[in-house]
């Protein structure tokens, strides 16, 4: 009830600053070009309204889902990303049998791609990446974006690994070398096809060796 509230209220806000009248579109295909108009033009705030009608108005339509992966691209495009990322999840989610469930995944990974945040944060959205772009390549290897999601899952598992090694000399630092050889181990045993292991196995050595000097 709250989140239908919410829906409302944001509907009316959106048609307070747009240009553009619903009511003058009197079918479903005029309606649904307009918003085509509208987001080849970048007027957001317009499209979203437009979408919102024909939501509204037409909502057992194709177009009506279609204009869900319109809403998610213009998230996309103002940069919110963590709101696409929902959208597109939820396009995937509620729409299981689509044709264009193969871009809504592909969309969804970019976004997570687009909060990825440098080795020493939080690899969360990484790892959503990853593991987007491995359903993309698992359902649909044919598709046009495989080669996009395999890039992807390549450089997210380097990121990855790299956060494994930040982690691993961090607990070196502090003298915890117990720590920083199983951070190091992982990057070995797991992401070792990514350029790191060697730099790994030399933390790994560098730690086992600290240890042993410590029990001495």
Sequence with gaps: MLRALTGFILILLLIGCSSVKPEDYT???????????????????????????????????????????FRADIEFEKEEFELSAASYRRFFEMHPA??????????R?????AMMDS??????PTRQMVETAKMLLAAYPQSEYADE????????RKSLALHELYVAEYYFNRDEYGASAGRARIVIEQ?????????ARGILEKANAAEAQEDR
Excluded: C, N
């Excluded at 108009?37 to 037409?58: F, G, M, Q």
């Excluded at 992401?191 to 730099?199: F, I």
């Design 27 to 69: 079918t479903l295909d005029s309606l649904y070009q307009q918003i085509l108009i509208e987001i080849e033009d970048e007027d957001y705030t317009d499209a979203e309204v437009l979408i919102a009608a024909l939501k509204s108005e037409y909502p057992f339509s194709p177009q009506a889902v279609e204009v869900e992966l």
């Design 98 to 107: 689509h044709e264009k469930l193969p871009y809504a995944l592909y969309k």
């Design 109 to 113: 990974a970019l976004s997570y791609r």
């Design 119 to 124: 080795e020493d944060r939080d690899q969360l």
């Design 149 to 156: 999601a395999e890039k992807m899952v390549s450089e997210g």
């Design 191 to 199: 992401y070792g096809d990514t350029g790191l292991a060697e730099r």
